[in-house]
């Protein structure tokens, strides 16, 4: 009887080895949250671009948008668990939508695979209200005025929490004009609509430039280097007790086998490396991320621990 | 002067005219499906553009786009339900042209008409985009509160003679704009415990359930042994537009151009808002207003005219600010990212030949789509020879296919389901859809940007009356409303006047 049971197991143990070793035996789906044509968008639609070539098969992008990103959430969550279904995630899904939206998943239902890119959120004004730095910026507002500032969405939005949080702790009189997405708040910045906006690259960078804008701060805490503008100081720098660093990053459910998930790791990793791809990410003003699944849990640990502070301020 | 040269040899590779009509064939094909619209087009190629060069690939997702904004007039003109909700208001004179046997001439002048509205269009983007630009920035919450506020006069030239119904229309458009997350509080809204319902109703799943699902259970007491008879004897007249009829049409072509370059221009707007409101303008002007709705091929130019005069100018933002005119051009500029080109302000300086080769190939792209069109026009009229117990059930799978697309979720089916019975209850008490459409196209952009701009002037109306673009606006649409009521009471003083006669 013992070596039957022996037997059997080791077929299926040889069975469930070759079937993996053939893994990928169909098409990859990835389950975009956002709206087609933005970063994370045109960045996934890339990294699917190789995959024909590396794995035979094609990994596809649709694009599951809306409420946050948890419609795409929810839809990723009931695809079966065999890597053929991942999910392009960010912090705020686990670290501030929850705290706005009632909803049924925990960070113990995914596993990271891989970084995609980290977004650098910045403070800015127009050059020609002469505002440069925070000390101005409340100095302005203690004239009297009411500082209005963009952000890129509403409450549950990353931009929105911090700048609201940031503003908060200033203490200065101001009110929040949600708009949608990151160009939309800084044509309203530039058009002189706003007073401030928050933006990421590689949306203000030329406007920078050009002398239109003003950076006062990132939220990053070591501060960023942009190319053509320079340093931009950290607001933690400034002496203000505030960061963020925002991310997106690969996943699939936590009960995909680990061998298919580090596949799926190594084909994003060879992506990563390929000459073409560095070349449009540095055309898209930024860099490939390719943080491994710990680091990225640490990070969003640390920004549920932050956010936990932010969102009182917010109110 | 050099970037033009550049981008006119960089162009005239002979793949590039190979790629247009391709795409085009694509778009037409794509636009003509209910449920299917250019923005499924494109998505669906951007991997075959992968491998293209910059140019060929941008040249062909446009062709995609344009053809697919001409070709959802085709289902408006002889199906009555639009292919997507640019050709929205096609359907007022379009269909009724088609119930006259004039379906050919619909499509004709369809054709006609997008392809002089695409190449208005398209020269404005090449020669004005940067002076258009700088006026688009000028907008701000206020101004797009006004123009949606513009939008929605409107319903007053749409709703027939009714425009109580037509304002009850506008309402549950507004209130279907409603449902899901508001974006400015956060908070849900009308979501009745349904989480699918949170990301909203989508506006081509709203379009589809309206008109298509709508179309076909109104015709549900069609009997095929009898009335397959009486659709038959209306013969498709095969008449070309004469020339009285071109030189009718010049004015409205004009001021449909004009008005889509404008609205097309107006990033979050579209083709939909700039036919509507270029419809309502010339049926305003015209000297004959009451032919309008009953077959008027004046009606037909001036809608598809503006729609396609939007085509290029949704571009305009997009290229120059980084910021899409509308949902194609939000998937467009996608692709541009896709293939090394990043939207905004210094686009024209980096890669500025490339750019110019894009711009003059759109023109390209309209002379072809014309070519294209009058090709299958002929074959496109034929469609309404075919009996309705066989088309109706090939509509039925486009939509729900279309449907199911535009979001992969079975959810989407029911919704148009749900909306195709509530419109069909609607049609059967006499009113108009299109003031329904409006009320969920322009309720987003209406609300969000009162919001906006109230914020701005913390809690002052002021704001809508001191900046000078949104004072205009709201004039404009005072005054229409005021020119639809005179026109109104004039119209039953006159009816009044007659009884006594008959009598």
């Not at chain 1, 239902?109 to 650098?120: A, F, N, S």
Request: aromatic content about 10%.
């Amino acid at each position: 009887m013992k070596k039957i049971i022996t037997l059997v197991l080791a077929i299926v143990l040889v069975l469930s080895c070759t079937a993996l070793a053939e893994w990928p035996e169909k098409d990859i789906l990835l389950i975009q949250p956002w709206s087609l044509g933005g970063g994370p968008d045109v960045i996934t639609r890339k990294i699917c671009e190789y995959s024909t070539d590396y794995f035979g098969h094609t990994m596809y992008v649709e694009n599951h948008n809306g409420a946050s990103g948890t419609i795409g959430m929810n839809d990723f969550l009931e695809a079966e668990d065999d890597g053929y279904t991942i999910f392009c995630c960010n912090g705020p899904l686990f670290s501030l939508t929850p705290e706005f939206i009632p909803v049924d998943y925990t960070i113990d239902d995914i596993t990271p695979l891989v970084g995609i890119r980290i977004t650098e959120f910045v403070i800015l004004t127009k050059a020609d209200s002469g505002i440069t730095n925070l000390e101005e910026l409340v100095a302005y507002a203690n004239e009297g005025h009411v500082i209005t500032y963009a952000t890129t969405g509403g409450p549950g939005n990353d931009s929105y929490t911090m700048i609201s949080a940031l503003f908060a702790m200033l203490d200065i009189p101001c009110e929040a004009v949600p708009y949608d997405g990151g160009q939309e708040a800084i044509n309203a910045l530039v058009g002189g609509h706003v007073d401030v906006a928050a933006g990421s690259p590689p949306v203000y960078r030329e406007y920078v430039i050009n002398g239109d804008l003003n950076c006062l701060g990132t939220f990053i805490p070591e501060g960023l280097d942009v190319e053509g503008i320079g340093h931009i100081d950290s607001f933690k720098s400034q002496g203000y007790d505030i960061e963020f660093t925002g991310m997106d990053y690969l996943a699939c459910r936590s009960t995909v086998d680990p061998e298919i998930q580090a596949k799926l790791r190594e084909y994003v990793l060879y992506v990563y490396s390929q000459p073409d791809f560095q070349e449009f990410m540095a055309g898209m003003g930024m860099a490939a991320w390719d943080a491994d699944a710990e680091t990225i849990l640490a990070m969003i640990d640390a920004q549920t621990e932050a956010m936990a502070a932010y969102i009182p301020l917010v109110g | 002067m050099k970037e033009f040269l550049g981008g006119l040899q960089i162009l005239a590779q002979w793949q590039n005219f190979l790629i247009i009509p391709l795409g085009l064939i694509i778009g037409i094909v794509v636009g003509a499906i209910p449920g299917l619209t250019s923005d499924l087009g494109i998505i669906l190629c951007i991997p075959l553009t992968y491998g293209m060069d910059p140019t060929m690939a941008i040249l062909m997702l446009l062709a995609i786009y344009c053809g697919g904004t001409y070709g959802g007039s085709i289902t408006a003109i002889l199906i009555n339900t639009p292919g997507t909700s640019a050709n929205a208001a096609t359907l007022f004179d379009g269909y009724p042209m088609t119930q006259n046997g004039k379906a050919f001439k619909a499509l004709q002048m369809a054709l006609f008409a997008s392809t002089i509205g695409g190449l208005i269009s398209a020269f404005a983007l090449m020669f004005l985009a940067p002076l258009i630009a700088k006026v688009t920035l000028l907008f701000g919450p206020a101004e797009y509160f006004a123009l949606a506020v513009f939008g929605l006069s409107v319903i007053a030239g749409v709703s027939n003679n009714s425009i109580f119904k037509g304002l009850i229309g506008a309402c549950i458009g507004l209130f279907m704009a409603t449902v899901g997350i508001d974006s400015i509080s956060g908070t849900t809204r009308f979501i009745f415990g349904q989480k699918k319902l949170m990301a909203g109703i989508d506006l081509i799943i709203a379009l589809i359930g309206l008109f298509a699902i709508s179309e076909i259970l109104m015709k549900s007491q069609y009997n095929p042994k009898t009335d397959h008879k009486t659709i038959k004897a209306s013969e498709i007249t095969k008449d070309k537009i004469t020339r009285e009829e071109y030189r009718r049409c010049r004015k409205p072509i004009g001021i449909g151009s004009l008005i889509g370059v404008i609205i097309g221009a107006t990033p979050g707007t579209g083709g939909g808002l700039a036919a509507f409101i270029a419809y309502n303008q010339v049926k305003q002007s015209s000297k004959h207003p009451e032919t309008f709705g009953k077959g008027e091929i004046e009606g037909v130019a001036v809608s598809e005219s503006a729609n396609n005069g939007a085509c290029g100018a949704t571009m305009i933002p997009m290229l120059t600010l980084g910021v899409p005119g509308d949902g194609a051009t939000a998937i467009l500029m996608g692709a541009f990212m896709l293939h090394g080109m990043i939207p905004g302000p210094t686009l024209f300086a980096e890669q500025g030949n490339i750019l110019y080769a894009i711009m003059i190939g759109l023109v390209v792209v309209n002379i072809f789509m014309y070519l294209v069109g009058n090709v299958f026009t002929r074959f496109y009229a034929n469609i309404t020879r075919i009996p309705y117990e066989i088309l109706a059930p090939i509509v039925l799978t486009f939509c729900i296919a279309g449907s199911y697309s535009t979001n992969n979720r079975l959810y989407d089916i029911y919704i148009i389901l749900i909306f195709g019975i509530v419109s069909y209850f609607l049609r059967r008490m006499d009113f108009q859809l299109v003031p329904i459409l409006l009320g969920i196209v322009l309720g987003p952009l209406a609300e969000k940007n009162f919001r906006r701009a109230m914020v701005i002037s913390q809690g002052s109306p002021s704001i809508f009356f001191t900046r000078p673009i949104a004072c205009a606006f709201l004039v404009i649409a005072f005054g229409s409303l005021v020119v639809f009521g005179l026109r109104g009471m004039k119209a039953k003083k006159a009816s009044a006047a007659l009884k006594p006669d008959a009598k």
